[in-house]
């Protein structure tokens, strides 16, 4: 079946503007979770969805970070006043939400702010 | 604060030896799960690992944990050139059907001939 697909896959903005990145998870997943990946790092945790509230936002770096998933499937992480800081590989990824299940990720976006 | 360590964070394997790779982290957790990742790809789900003494074999990789050390091992069994990747070990210290991955930075294998 499809997997966690992710749009766009390359985002190249200023300085200053406002960005969105969508997540669209596997079908059927309940749980949404949402990562950065700077390079030569692993990827570090920014916020999870069980559903359509988010279950843990302690990730987030700061308040111009924001995500939503209003129906319980996709969701989009929105960044204002994006900053050079916030260059990276944003990843998604999906689970069934059962402890121990695995995370399945999709194939990022590569966000660059110049 | 949960610290999860990988080493090394590069390792040159010779084809057809056999290797392993530590993951240690610093909070009790029994859920652990270990990742590859080739250049420029996303993450591919490898192990689950979600009790004290699991072990999980898939090809030449095995994985096992041990949540007293707080330790998980990757064992390479006569390397190959396709498994040349980045290995990432997480870390999940929520309870229930909650779930938050601490990952470590990764160990880079490469396989020369």
């Known amino acids: 079946g499809a997997g966690v697909s992710q749009t766009p896959s390359n985002k190249v903005t200023e300085k200053g503007k406002y960005v969105e990145l969508r997540c669209d998870p596997i079908?059927?997943?309940?749980?949404l979770y949402w990562y950065r990946q700077s390079l030569g790092q692993g990827p570090e945790f920014l916020i999870y969805f069980q559903g359509t509230g988010a279950a843990d936002d302690s990730g987030l770096p700061n308040d111009r970070f924001f995500a939503v998933r209003p129906e319980g499937s996709v969701s989009t992480l929105k960044i204002q006043r994006t900053e050079r800081g916030d260059s990276a590989v944003y990843l998604c990824?999906?689970?069934?939400?059962?402890?121990?299940?695995?995370?399945?990720f999709g194939p990022g976006t590569r966000l660059t702010v110049l | 604060e949960l610290k999860v360590e990988q080493n090394p964070l590069f390792l040159s394997m010779q084809e057809g030896k056999n290797y392993t790779i530590y993951c240690n982290y610093s909070?009790?957790?029994?859920?652990l799960y270990w990742y590859r990742q080739d250049p420029g790809k996303s993450l591919e789900s490898l192990f689950v690992?979600?009790?004290?003494?699991a072990v999980k074999q898939e090809g030449r990789l095995m994985a096992s944990l041990d949540t007293k050390a707080r330790l998980s091992t990757l064992h390479i069994t006569a390397a190959v050139h396709d498994l040349s990747a980045t290995y990432f070990c997480?870390?999940?210290?929520?309870?229930?059907?909650?779930?938050?991955?601490?990952f470590g930075k990764g160990i880079t294998l490469s396989v020369r001939p």
């Open positions: 690992l979600l009790s004290n003494g």
């Open positions: 079908s059927g997943h309940t749980a």
């Open positions: 990824a999906s689970s069934l939400g059962l402890a121990g299940t695995s995370q399945y």
């Open positions: 909070t009790t957790s029994d859920r």
């Open positions: 997480a870390v999940d210290i929520h309870t229930g059907a909650n779930s938050k991955l601490t």
